[in-house]
């Protein structure tokens, strides 16, 4: 059974339903069945339920569902930030070839026209990377003009992806961010919540169809490349005219040929200014709600997020506007158990590791 609207319709439609026994002979599928005799020794059941439907104007794009965090989207942990964590915290990157080899194209193209006695990435990185400070992953590899360590979520790609992380167990990527760069980018899987795909193929029928005809591999693809600079909107977390209409000064630098688009300006600087708090670390609300840490950056500590996972967290301080440590471990209380028992650091550790996986509340 289906609803066909007429094409103006907007609104609920109802329909009542009862039990059927098929004791009255009818065949399954019959039309115009008269179900007012019913109750006792009927075919009908006395009682009924009532099912609703919603039809949308197919002009409004639907909010995303809800995310991991309980609210409409969550919040995003980048993997730049994530990559600083894990360093700060004695957790460094493994080494793997192939993120070595994107982080350092000086090094890919000597190898490939033979220049330098080595023969792999490891070689080269054992014998000179280490003591020239290289790069174990490529934090600054660009598609489009926009930074993918900028966007993508290490943790929320690994808590919608069960086959991605049965992949690293079994020793085929380091990451995911490695599977993402060499397949979640063409399979267009979401890299963090500020992409839908779902959402942005459906709400794009031009792209759709493209992407049906093989011009782009993804909606994604199609996103970093074109449709972030025409201003599309690819999830409920960035609004890119929003963006421009309440901050005129990106809307003068995008003009300027400053940025290519008001979500590359946003995912490399706005974010971390709080102009929307989408983040879950925020380096100017961080400093602004802390004087003292603000004194101290730049002299005892690089940033304010290095004070954070160094100190910061352990004194419950607050990461950003959106996420409160002290709601977050009232609101858990076995996640309090684990930060007092030292298994996290914080409330806010534990949250992008496996809270934002588990559909953990933030208020």
């Known amino acids: 059974m289906r609803l066909v609207p007429n094409a103006d319709y907007v609104g609920d439609a109802t329909v009542q339903f009862r039990a059927w026994d098929t004791t009255d002979g009818a065949f399954n599928g019959k039309t115009g069945v008269d179900a007012s005799q019913n109750g006792g020794l009927k075919a009908f059941s006395s009682g009924f339920s009532t099912g609703t439907i919603t039809v949308t104007d197919p002009l409004v794009v639907p909010p995303p569902p809800p995310g991991p965090s309980g609210s409409a989207e969550g919040l995003v942990f980048t993997y730049k930030q994530f990559i600083q964590f894990q360093t700060l915290t004695g957790s460094a990157p493994v080494f793997d070839e192939e993120l070595y080899l994107l982080a350092n194209p000086d090094v890919k193209a000597a190898l490939e026209q033979g220049e330098v006695a080595i023969s792999s990435g490891a070689e080269h990185y054992l014998r000179f990377g280490i003591k020239e400070g290289r790069s174990l992953v490529p934090l600054f590899f660009e598609v489009g003009q926009i930074t993918l360590a900028d966007c993508f979520d290490e943790t929320y790609y690994l808590s919608t992806n069960d086959d991605v992380v049965q992949a690293i167990a079994q020793g085929a990527f380091s990451s995911g961010f490695e599977h993402f760069l060499q397949f979640g980018l063409n399979e267009g899987r979401n890299l963090s919540r500020y992409y839908n795909e779902t959402l942005y193929l459906e709400t794009y029928a031009d792209i759709k169809v493209a992407v049906a005809q093989g011009v782009f591999s993804s909606g994604l693809e199609h996103y970093l490349q074109i449709g972030h600079v025409e201003n599309r909107v690819a999830s409920g977390l960035f609004n890119a005219p929003d963006y421009l209409l309440n901050n005129l000064d990106v809307k003068a630098a995008v003009?300027?040929?400053?940025?290519?688009?008001?979500?590359?300006?946003?995912?490399?600087?706005?974010?971390?200014?709080?102009?929307?708090?989408?983040?879950?670390?925020?380096?100017?609300?961080?400093?602004?709600?802390?004087?003292?840490?603000?004194?101290?950056?730049?002299?005892?500590?690089?940033?304010?997020?290095?004070?954070?996972?160094?100190?910061?967290?352990?004194?419950?301080?607050?990461?950003?506007?959106?996420?409160?440590?002290?709601?977050?471990?009232?609101?858990?209380?076995?996640?309090?158990?684990?930060?007092?028992?030292?298994?996290?650091?914080?409330?806010?550790?534990?949250?992008?590791?496996?809270?934002?996986g588990e559909n953990r509340a933030l208020s």
């Open 255 to 356: 003009d300027r040929g400053e940025f290519v688009s008001a979500f590359e300006h946003f995912v490399e600087i706005g974010a971390h200014e709080g102009r929307l708090s989408v983040l879950l670390f925020e380096e100017a609300t961080y400093r602004q709600q802390n004087p003292d840490v603000a004194q101290v950056v730049g002299n005892t500590f690089v940033s304010g997020f290095e004070h954070y996972v160094s100190f910061g967290q352990q004194e419950q301080r607050n990461p950003s506007a959106a996420f409160d440590e002290s709601v977050y471990l009232s609101l858990h209380l076995d996640v309090a158990a684990a930060v007092s028992s030292g298994f996290f650091a914080s409330g806010m550790e534990h949250y992008f590791r496996h809270g934002q």
